[in-house]
């Protein structure tokens, strides 16, 4: 089965920049894989911020992204608020297969 | 307003069967492929299974092939998970989601003797 992988963890600023990125032990990071990232904060239920690459679900704030970058999937977050901190999940398709979650960036804003 | 609603979690013993449901309102269910995730304490989260919006393809995790069947009625806008042969890894909060636009808020899986 495919591995998934995200950075660990990442820190960025209050009205900084960062991208969190996913990357796959298959090889490059296509839409194929219809790339979604998720958003959860402890104690409650993930979120859906990007679908299918760079789709915004309808409550996603403008400050986030998806994009594919250098091979991966790519989720960037301009204007870092302190309510951005949580953990950040991609999840890509493999097809006839399954889908399979990276371990997961968690965000620090400070 | 897009809501998804899990029930059936509890405490069963290695070994033991559960049946997750999960409720659609507020969206079309029966156009969406629907999804189980799982989280275990303290860990990240598992895609467990998916299934075709019209119910007839089915995919899964390796670790539960065999011992886990995911299942809709469109009619019912429900989705379902039969769990069998549960183990002491599959402790979790199980989750459905059509990934697109919302999550119920998860259903607590022990196992445990």
């Known amino acids: 089965q495919a591995v998934v992988t995200q950075e660990p963890s990442l820190t960025v600023s209050p009205g900084g920049t960062v991208t969190l990125t996913c990357g796959s032990s298959?090889?490059?990071?296509?839409?194929?894989?219809?790339p979604h990232w998720f958003q959860q904060k402890p104690g409650q239920a993930p979120r859906t911020l990007i679908y299918h690459t760079s789709k915004k679900q309808a409550l996603t704030p403008a400050r986030f992204s998806g994009s594919l970058l250098g091979g991966k999937a790519a989720l960037t977050l301009s204007g870092a608020l302190p309510e951005d901190e949580a953990e950040y999940y991609c999840?890509?398709?493999?097809?006839?297969?399954?889908?399979?979650f990276g371990g997961g960036t968690k965000l620090t804003v400070l | 307003e897009e809501q998804l609603v899990e029930s059936g979690g509890g405490l069963v013993q290695p070994g033991g069967s559960l049946r997750l449901s999960c409720t659609a309102s507020g969206f079309t269910f029966s156009s969406y492929w629907m999804t189980w995730v799982r989280q275990a304490p303290g860990k990240g989260l598992e895609w467990v299974a998916n299934i075709t919006p019209d119910g007839r393809t089915q995919h899964y995790v390796d670790s539960v092939k065999g011992r886990f069947t995911i299942s809709r009625d469109n009619s019912e806008n429900s989705l379902y998970l039969q769990m069998s042969s549960l183990r002491d890894g599959d402790t979790a909060i199980y989750y459905c989601t059509n990934k697109e636009t919302v999550w119920g808020q998860g259903t607590l899986v022990t196992v445990s003797s």
């Open positions: 999840l890509l398709s493999y097809s006839g297969v399954g889908e399979v």
């Open positions: 298959t090889g490059a990071v296509t839409s194929g894989h219809y």
